[in-house]
């Protein structure tokens, strides 16, 4: 990611400062925007170019866009079973339930705001429908994967083609953490708990007084 979404000063939503005015110094620029991220070092990284939001965006008026010094990998937060796995789908299945057909369209809408660029909602659907636009990008991401990048037969498409690795990403961890148990710490493998069933009985005969028990005294290793 080279941009980011940034929000104005002020001074700047007050219309004194407008977008990509070279007034504003560096470390102004920079004090004002410490507060703007959670990570305040991020505020030392912007470049001195920004890029005001068309007149119909609903954050035109408070935030713009700021280019990066340095390319930067985002965070996605993505809201529970939204993007759920994919042998859910039934990607093959032409009458799918409607419990499928819902999943379907909540997972093609994630991935279409991901990487699939529009200025209004209804360009990522077809027909309608979320799923028939996803479905028909990954068609043609297929068939384009199978020809040469210099292929005159490859069609277009507006759908980013690493998104489509990167969702298979998402989808082999998913994979992992439901298929693949974790392996058992040796120590754990050999330690046994002789914790007494009365916590209020001392575990320490030679120092009654010391109120803080010893941790050796409940556990025991096996050797």
Same mark, same amino acid.
């Given at each position: 990611m080279?941009?980011?979404?940034?929000?104005?000063?002020?001074?700047?939503?007050?219309g004194?400062v407008?977008?990509?005015?070279d007034?504003?110094?560096?470390?102004?620029d920079?004090?004002? !925007?410490?507060?703007?991220?959670?990570?305040? @070092?991020? =505020?030392?990284?912007?470049?001195?170019?920004? $890029?005001? &939001?068309v007149?119909?965006?609903?954050?035109?008026?408070?935030?713009?866009?700021?280019?990066?010094?340095?390319?930067?990998?985002p965070?996605?937060?993505?809201?529970?079973?939204?993007?759920?796995?994919?042998?859910?789908l039934e990607?093959?299945?032409?009458?799918?339930? !409607?419990?499928t057909?819902?999943s379907?369209e @909540?997972? =093609?809408?994630?991935?279409l705001?991901?990487? $699939?660029? &529009?200025?209004?909602?209804?360009?990522?659907?077809?027909?309608?429908?979320?799923?028939?636009?996803?479905?028909?990008?990954?068609?043609i991401?297929?068939i384009?994967?199978?020809?040469?990048?210099?292929?005159?037969?490859?069609?277009?498409?507006?759908?980013?083609?690493?998104?489509?690795?990167?969702?298979?990403?998402?989808?082999?961890?998913?994979?992992m953490e439901?298929?693949?148990k974790?392996?058992?710490?040796?120590?754990?493998?050999?330690?046994?708990?002789?914790?007494?069933?009365?916590?209020?009985?001392?575990t320490?005969?030679?120092?009654?007084?010391?109120?803080v028990?010893?941790?050796?005294?409940?556990?025991?290793?096996k050797?």
């Open positions: 080279l941009y980011k979404k940034k929000y104005k000063q002020f001074r700047e939503m007050a004194s407008g977008v990509g005015d007034s504003i110094s560096d470390d102004e920079e004090e004002g !925007d410490a507060g703007d991220d959670c990570d305040n @070092n991020m =505020a030392q990284h912007y470049e001195k170019e920004k $890029y005001a &939001f007149d119909t965006h609903p954050g035109h008026s408070f935030s713009h866009l700021a280019k990066l010094k340095l390319l930067v990998i965070k996605v937060a993505l809201p529970q079973t939204k993007l759920c796995n994919i042998k859910d990607i093959k299945s032409e009458n799918p339930i !409607d419990d057909k819902e379907r @909540n997972y =093609a809408k994630m991935a705001l991901m990487f $699939y660029p &529009f200025r209004h909602l209804n360009d990522l659907k077809k027909k309608g429908s979320y799923w028939k636009k996803f479905h028909r990008e990954l068609k991401w297929k384009n994967r199978k020809r040469s990048k210099k292929s005159t037969k490859r069609k277009h498409t507006k759908f980013w083609e690493r998104g489509f690795q990167i969702l298979q990403n998402m989808q082999d961890t998913l994979t439901k298929k693949v974790r392996a058992r710490d040796p120590i754990t493998m050999i330690t046994q708990c002789e914790q007494p069933d009365d916590p209020g009985t001392k320490r005969q030679n120092d009654e007084n010391d109120p028990s010893d941790i050796l005294q409940f556990c025991s290793t050797m």
